[in-house]
């Protein structure tokens, strides 16, 4: 079967459900990290919550796992300190599709990546590095060990 042939599918889902059913392309899901970036269309204490930490991000919410000092939670996302000033992440795993995206307010800048591959989370790291500089991005060692 030749690449031209091959058919291609559209996951569907029987019920929309947040965490894992949403149906995008990454340049729709990068205006949704601009908006999110800027608080466009959202009320200022909405914003707010985003950049916020909520609480620490211990493992699975055990109180005794330790926590990352470089790593927190805010309303929905991640909070990272990175080499670039601090940053919201989150990633998606649906098993044969992965994504990644990083946004770093204070740089007015977006990293989003979406994979067709149950290894596509093994890229983030590299990514980060070339797209914001050598360093070490401590939320794929967060999340190796969640």
Known sequence: MSLGSKKQYLRRFAEPY???SLLTTAADYNRFLQA???GRGLKPATAHLLTTAANEAQRCGNPVSPTDPFIGWATGVGLAT???GPAFWHWGDNDDFQGFFM???GRQE???FFTNSAHGLELTDNVLRL???PGEYRVMQWLAEE
């Open 103 to 105: 946004v770093l307010p």
């Open 110 to 112: 977006s990293l989003l």
């Open 82 to 84: 990175t080499i670039a």
């Open 18 to 20: 947040a965490a894992y």
């Open 131 to 133: 797209f914001i500089g």
């Open 36 to 38: 999110l970036r800027t």
